[in-house]
């Protein structure tokens, strides 16, 4: 009796332990999509881990500063959409006209406020453009070539088109125009000539939209996520990337999501904000609220891809139904977590 009254207490101070609640959390991904060990060589794996870990080690160190969620998010996006592996900012994949149309969303859980933009064009970081037309224009949501003016008037970076050029991008494009029998327009202007960074970079399909969550010490959440939508598209489709509820989605009371995958289910099922009502209304832990509407709502209707998601209390989680998704997390007192493939954990 004494053997099984001991054993408890020491699960129960362990499981104490194991629960204790990290002061900041951070989550990235890089995209989901057909990512099967057999695709990847050994250098590209590398080469998207390295990214991953520094990306996450740059946002986990403006919380462990004391820095906001939103300032983690723009800091870690930003550096995203800077490189070229990731389907966001330059390495954007091309509409069917040959251009980078790009996409964002920042939303912050504490006062539940929001910026997106649809379709931008010149702006090197979409998701400072988005975190502008949350916190200086009296909007939600900006596109295309007013959302251009306003990226301007705002004083963010501008770049030429071109600066979003990448060749596997490019070639990625030649291969859906010639597959669905559309006709192949001229390279954009000024399209840079292939880098070395850029030959490392792997085709995950469609996608590799790049999302961020966040929890800083003041205990607020907030979620953000860019993209160049998916190759080849065309008449300004637009997907849930910029959605505020579907590929966005932060309060502090549930939880904060970023979504990747096919937009068009994402919107369907506002993915983000049903992931956080999951744990709002039903008390479900927020593994088990991803998992519910990835595994199975997603999946029912059809639909590909996957979110991650932190919650005010400090859980973090991470569900996709593709065969894999750049990803990673890390908590303070917590190691990091790298994963690629499905079977990691
Ligand atoms: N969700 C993005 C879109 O549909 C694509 C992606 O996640 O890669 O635009």
Redesign the pocket.
């Known amino acids: 009796m004494r053997t099984v009254g001991l054993a408890l207490v020491l699960a129960s101070l362990m499981a104490g332990n194991a629960m204790a609640q990290p002061k900041w959390a951070i989550v990235v991904h890089g995209?989901?999509g057909v990512i099967a060990r057999a695709h990847l060589t050994p250098e590209q794996e590398a080469a998207y881990r390295a990214a991953m870990t520094r990306v996450i080690q740059a946002g986990g160190e403006v919380l462990a500063g004391g820095g906001s969620a939103l300032d983690a998010i723009e800091t870690a996006i930003g550096l995203l959409e800077d490189d070229p592996l990731f389907?966001s900012g330059r390495g954007a994949v091309f509409t069917a006209e040959g251009r980078n149309e790009l996409?964002a969303s920042i939303m912050d859980g504490a006062t539940l406020k929001a910026g997106a933009v649809a379709g931008v064009t010149r702006t090197r970081h979409p998701i400072s453009l988005a975190r502008a037309v949350m916190e200086k224009s009296p909007h939600v949501m900006l596109m295309g070539a007013g959302a251009d003016t306003f990226s301007h008037e705002t004083g963010l970076e501008q770049v030429e088109p071109a600066y979003f050029y990448t060749e596997r991008r490019w070639r990625s494009l030649e291969q859906f125009l010639t597959q669905n029998n559309l006709p192949i327009p001229a390279r954009p202007e000024g399209a840079a000539a292939p880098d070395a960074a850029a030959g490392l970079a792997h085709d995950e399909g469609?996608?590799?939209?790049v999302g961020v969550v966040a929890l800083d010490q003041a205990g607020h959440v907030a979620a953000g996520t860019s993209?160049g939508?998916?190759t080849g598209k065309r008449w300004g489709r637009v997907?849930?990337?910029p959605i505020i509820g579907a590929?966005n989605y932060a309060s502090d009371a549930s939880c904060a999501v970023s979504?990747?995958?096919?937009?068009?289910y994402?919107i369907r099922l506002t993915v983000a904000r049903e992931v956080c009502a999951l744990v709002e209304h039903r008390g479900l832990s927020l593994q088990a609220a991803a998992d519910e509407v990835i595994q199975q709502k997603l999946t029912a209707l059809g639909g590909d891809?996957g979110v991650i998601a932190v919650a005010p209390d400090g859980q973090m989680a991470w569900s996709y139904n593709t065969s894999g998704m750049y990803r990673a997390r890390l908590a303070d007192g917590e190691p990091l977590s790298v994963g690629i493939y499905k079977d990691e954990p």
């Open positions: 995209g989901a389907n996409d469609k996608y590799g939209t993209t939508g998916t997907g849930d990337s590929g979504a990747t995958g096919t937009g068009e994402f891809g």
